[in-house]
Nanobody, 121 residues
Framework: QVRLVESGGGLVQPGGSLRLSCAGS????????MTWVRQPPGKGLEWVSA????????TYADSLKGRFTISRDNAKNTLYLQMNRLKPEDTAVYYC??????????????WGQGTQVTVSS
């Protein structure tokens, strides 16, 4: 059974940083691409970033390039999202999503429960 558990969310001031983690289990982690998706309060889902199974190919939403960095440690079955220079508009629930294949444009498969990130002074 696929399980994805996010952690690392919280309250941070504008300009601050957070690193989200997503621990995967129940599947062969290094065989699948992964992605982060977020949902701001009262809004729809927004795709954030994706990484291929090997971790050597990444992509980002244009508005987040230069501030967010996706990475993975396949030895630890863990996905990360480093978020820097955070803005109030980054406030959202952040979801870790397993994709259906090794490439970063594969279809979505399984979702974590989400972790709340709040950027506020």
């Amino acid at each position: 059974q696929v399980r994805l558990v996010e952690s690392g969310g919280g309250l941070v001031q504008p300009g601050g940083s957070l690193r989200l983690s997503c621990a995967g289990s129940g599947f062969t982690f290094n065989n699948f691409a992964m992605t982060w998706v977020r949902q701001p309060p009262g809004k729809g889902l927004e795709w954030v970033s994706a990484i291929n199974s090997g971790g050597d190919s990444t992509t980002y939403a244009d508005s987040l390039k230069g501030r967010f960095t996706i990475s993975r440690d396949n030895a630890k079955n863990t996905l990360y999202l480093q978020m820097n220079r955070l803005k109030p508009e980054d406030t959202a629930v952040y979801y870790c999503v397993k994709l259906q294949g090794p490439v970063r444009d594969a279809d979505f498969d399984s979702w974590g429960q989400g972790t709340q990130v709040t950027v506020s002074s």
